[in-house]
């Protein structure tokens, strides 16, 4: 792990609860709080990471997105947050797992292995064979000491094999990503030693070493491509200022002196004298050539460190020098370096970050995080960050050819400049100055990253120079620093805007009918706008809403809901909808009344916590038109069926012709109360399956579903078919208020038995005044007082055909007047009626049977029995005294009939005739009892039993049947 990772993320998190991106107030709570393990700081997907974050309001770091150099946060508002660093941060294992860099040798069989680095490399323990064997893959390269190696002594990530040389030990030092292994001359008379004129390494293993441009080695695979590096070599003396002299030679004092101006076998003091190593290969020998005059100066101080370094081939940083010259890669240097360490040549430092990450993303925050290590100056001075052309072209760690990658005045872009200090040499009035923490979060950097964001850049490379933007300063020793390497971060908060909302259709249950999509028409004048919403983070989402007279930005605002917006009608706050990177609905209620027949346009804008929003500029208008007012159904027609006529007979199909006012675009209808259909054309398809009065019921729908209020009815009366036959026996139980029409259910009765599905049955309600009674002519019978009846819902008979009806009739009161068994209502009277006539027969009264020509009130035509037979009375209207009474009606023939029967053996009787005229419906009740004239007129006094309706004329013998 880097010296200050652990630093960073205790700024995310601070940042994160700080700086304003926190959770709205409408954030959604985990639902089941108790099951969220708030303790982890990492999840294994970015998906699982979101949920982590928002349960628990702090950064998670996202498993799936972990690489050795970057890391990516997912923030409480769903953001995310990557930290990308130049050196390797942590290793992935063979198991999975990962691990902090972690150099420090462990013994293992044959040697000793790093803890955690991401070169699987092992360092021996000893002998005869390789001094390093580094494994990638299948594949293998050795370093070898040619002689045999002591036991190392191990100092942490070091192992030290004492005297290889006479006074010259070998150190070995593992890295994150390689290892460094330096020959640690102790004194002037080990330099000497012609063996370090040209110091020897074999190469083995089925990795082939190359030379490179730069003064190192390529390790390549058998395609050619490198997978180590041996960067050019270097060499430094032990030079602090602060040296005694012996024996004619310099060498380092024991006074306590700054760390900085230590060398040891990592990296050069800040005074140390250096020099380059020529690095050539001699068929599988890598020859090192120090620099003979370091290596014999009488001013060099011992111990004199040679040093080259194998590193996995991985472009993270690099630098340039103005002479070409070859230097250690523990520190990134930039500026004028000064003597001894140099000899005046500038540096500039170059890191490469990893970004594939910000491709295609909104960059919301981005800024770069170093660690100044030293510095020449004692107070302030500037350096510089640039965009340079090109990304770096040298292994990691490497050289650069001089102004290959121009900053300063050559540059594509300045992103920021820092100023400061931290020299460590002693000079400054104080021992040590200490580290500096370098912060680069200049707005320029954020705005150059989303460019390269939107490119789809995977790579971003920037450099550090002490040259301004016109390139000066460069020259200046003041301005001489030098950075951490593995303490440099890229640390960039990303987001992605929501998805654009998507306008669902309107409720079909509750706004609108038939059109519900945009252009939509609603009948609620308060709609509810709904909108599909989605975040690509799964951030929690604020959805506005807004209405106006037309799809302009300029059109007057009806309603929105977003009070910043010189809020018109409403105040009320931004819809939230919880984070989910499914989608959601967002919905808002209009809160002002839309005035009907009005079209009006909306649109919705969705944005996240981050500020990140959908352009409302391009979001697509809706059309909505609001229309509560229901249609209306003026008129049904039928030429098959006519309003209150005697239409088709039952089972001829039908159609209605419905007309009306309004938009209508589907009309339902029922008949009698039935079911409920649906038609889309403004005609009813109907076949009637029962005869007499039937009921058509419409109502008219229009596309916002407007209904009409009231249905509208239209009266049809289907004609029965030639042998309809109705029959009340009037055996109901005493107490009983209906009168059964036993017709259609009657399977015993042989003249009106059942005729099929047809039949409508005519039930008759006993009015007060009507009675059941024991003593009929065969069971119960019904009574009459003179004033109660019995009546049916609507016509039994088609009057305008022919007709027959029966009853036996026990008069009680014949002296009281005239009386009516048995008639059919019209609006003003009677169409029929079986009856007694006190008049007739010259006022000796009789039985007759009357029709009307028309419904009015006028005298009837009557056909009336005398009570003769053969000159001898038979069966004279008395009290008392069962009679069967019959009348027809031959439409054929114009002729109406009273019979007068009691003898049902010999079916003796009297029939009288009569030529009636006029024909037409009577559409009232079927009434037993009385009859109409004006009003109701004619109430009978006695017994009636077995009363018979049929819509043909009965033959003698058929009507002789009924006397049974």
């Known amino acids: 792990m880097g010296r200050r990772q652990g630093r960073i993320v205790g700024t995310l998190l601070a940042l994160t609860l700080g700086a304003g991106l926190v959770p709205l107030s409408g954030a959604p709570v985990a639902a089941a709080a108790e099951t969220v393990d708030c303790s982890a700081s990492t999840a294994a997907t970015a998906g699982q990471a979101a949920l982590l974050a928002d349960a628990c309001d702090k950064p998670v770091e996202a498993l799936d997105a972990r690489t050795e150099f970057e890391q990516v946060y997912v923030e409480p508002t769903g953001a995310r947050r990557l930290v990308a660093a130049i050196t390797a941060q942590r290793v992935h ?82 890295l994150a990503e390689g290892f460094r292994h330096v020959l640690e001359v102790k004194t002037p008379e080990a330099a000497a030693n012609p063996a370090l004129t040209k110091v020897r390494f074999v190469l083995g293993g089925d990795l082939r070493p190359q030379t490179s441009p730069d003064g190192g080695l390529h390790i390549v695979d058998a395609s050619g491509t490198a997978v180590v590096t041996a960067l050019g070599a270097a060499m430094w003396d032990s030079a602090t200022g602060q040296q005694t002299v012996k024996g004619g030679r310099t060498q380092a004092t024991a006074l306590d002196v700054p760390r900085e101006l230590v060398s040891d076998a990592r990296e050069p003091g800040e005074r140390a004298a250096t020099a380059p190593v ?93 660690q100044l290590d030293h510095s020449f100056s004692c107070g302030a001075t500037p350096v510089y960050l640039f965009r340079p052309g090109g990304n770096i072209t040298v292994s990691n760690g490497g050289r650069m050819a001089w102004n290959s990658h121009p900053l300063g005045s050559g540059a594509q872009k300045l992103l920021d400049t820092w100023s400061g200090n931290a020299n460590e040499t002693g000079g400054c009035g104080v021992a040590d100055q200490g580290d500096a923490d370098v912060i680069l979060d200049d707005p320029r950097i954020k705005t150059d990253l989303q460019a390269a964001a939107t490119a789809n850049w995977t790579l971003y490379t920037v450099g550090l120079c002490a040259c301004d933007e016109n390139g000066q300063g460069e020259s200046d020793q003041q301005r001489w620093k030098r950075f951490y390497p593995d303490s440099t971060y890229l640390i960039v908060t990303y987001d992605l805007p929501p998805y654009p909302v998507v306008a669902q259709p309107f409720s079909q249950t509750t706004d609108c009918y038939k059109q519900c999509s945009s252009p939509a028409i609603v009948r609620d004048t308060t709609p509810t706008l709904n909108v599909t919403v989605a975040d690509p983070y799964g951030g929690v989402l604020r959805t506005i809403f807004e209405v106006r007279t037309a799809p302009s930005d300029t059109a007057p605002v009806v309603a929105w809901n977003y009070s910043p917006w010189n809020p018109v009608n409403t105040s009320t706050p931004a819809v939230t909808t919880a984070g989910t990177s499914t989608p959601g609905t967002a919905s808002w209620q209009v809160p002002v009344t839309l005035t009907s027949g009005t079209t009006y346009y909306w649109r919705a804008s969705t944005g996240d916590e981050v500020g990140l929003w959908n352009d409302m500029g391009v979001g697509v208008w809706q059309t909505l038109t609001i229309d509560n007012a229901p249609p209306t159904v003026t008129n049904v027609s039928s030429s098959q069926y006519p309003l209150k006529a005697w239409g088709a007979v039952v089972n001829t199909p039908g159609t209605f012709a419905i007309t009306g006012a309004g938009d209508a675009v589907e009309w339902t209808w029922q008949v009698d109360g039935g079911t409920v259909q649906t038609v889309t054309s403004p005609s009813v398809p109907y076949t009637p399956v029962k005869d007499m009065v039937r009921v058509l019921s419409v109502k008219a729908i229009d596309k916002a579903g407007n209904t009409s209020g009231s249905a509208f009815n239209h009266e049809f009366w289907v004609k029965p078919l030639p042998n309809r036959c109705w029959n009340w026996r009037m055996d109901e139980a005493v107490g009983a208020t209906t009168a059964a029409d036993k017709g259609n259910t009657d399977t015993a009765d042989q003249l009106c038995g059942p005729i099929g599905s047809t039949v409508n049955a005519k039930n008759g309600t006993l009015s007060p005044g009507a009675s059941f009674v024991t003593g009929g002519k065969s069971g119960n019978a019904a009574s009459f007082t003179g004033t109660g009846k019995i009546t049916t819902s609507g016509p039994a008979l088609d009057t305008r055909e022919s007709f027959t009806v029966m009853a036996w009739v026990r008069p009680s009161s ?88 009691g003898d049902g053996l010999s079916c003796t009787g009297e029939v009288a005739a009569a030529t009636a005229t006029g024909s037409w419906a009577a559409g009232g009740s079927f009434v037993i009892g009385r009859a109409r004239s004006g009003g109701e007129t004619e109430f009978f006094k006695g017994l009636a039993d077995k009363v018979y309706a049929h819509q043909r004329v009965l033959a003698a013998s058929e009507i002789c049947q009924s006397l049974a």
């Not at 050795?142 to 002689?147: E, H, V």
């Not at 070409?324 to 490469?352: C, H, I, L, W």
């Not at 419904?855 to 056909?863: K, Q, W």
């Open 278 to 370: 020529r690095v050539t290969l001699a068929g599988d020998d890598m020859l090192l050539t120090p620099d003979t005059e370091l290596l014999t100066s009488a001013s060099t101080v011992f111990p004199l460190f040679i040093d080259p370094v194998f590193n996995k081939n991985r472009s993270k940083w690099a630098y340039e020098s103005s002479n070409a010259e070859n230097n250690d890669a523990t520190a990134m240097r930039v500026g004028r370096q000064a003597p001894p360490d140099g000899s005046g040549e500038k540096y500039r430092s170059f890191f490469e970050f990893s970004v594939p990450e910000l491709r295609g993303q909104h960059i919301v925050s981005a800024y770069m995080d170093l």
């Open 814 to 901: 014949l002296v009281s007047g005239d009386q009516t068994i048995l008639s059919q209502d019209g609006v003003n009277g009677s169409r029929f009626q079986l009856h007694y006539d006190k008049d007739a027969n010259a006022g000796a009264g009789g039985w007759c049977f009357s029709t009307r020509a028309a419904d009015n009130t006028a005298a009837p035509v009557s056909a009336c029995a005398t009570g003769m037979f053969d000159g001898a009375p038979l069966f004279p209207p008395a009290d008392n005294v069962w009679v069967h009474l019959a009348g027809t009606y031959d439409k054929t023939t114009s002729e109406i009939k009273v019979w007068v029967m």
């Open 93 to 174: 294992r063979a198991d999975g797992s990962w691990a902090d860099v972690d150099p420090t040798l462990r013994a293992v069989e044959g040697g000793f292995t790093p803890i955690a680095s991401t070169a699987d490399m092992r360092f021996s323990g000893g002998g005869a064979g390789p001094l390093v064997t580094w494994q990638e893959g299948a594949s293998e390269f050795t370093l070898s000491w040619p002689g045999r190696l002591p036991a190392p002594r191990i100092d942490g990530d070091t192992a030290v094999y004492e005297s290889v040389l006479p006074d010259v030990n070998l150190h070995v030092t593992a």
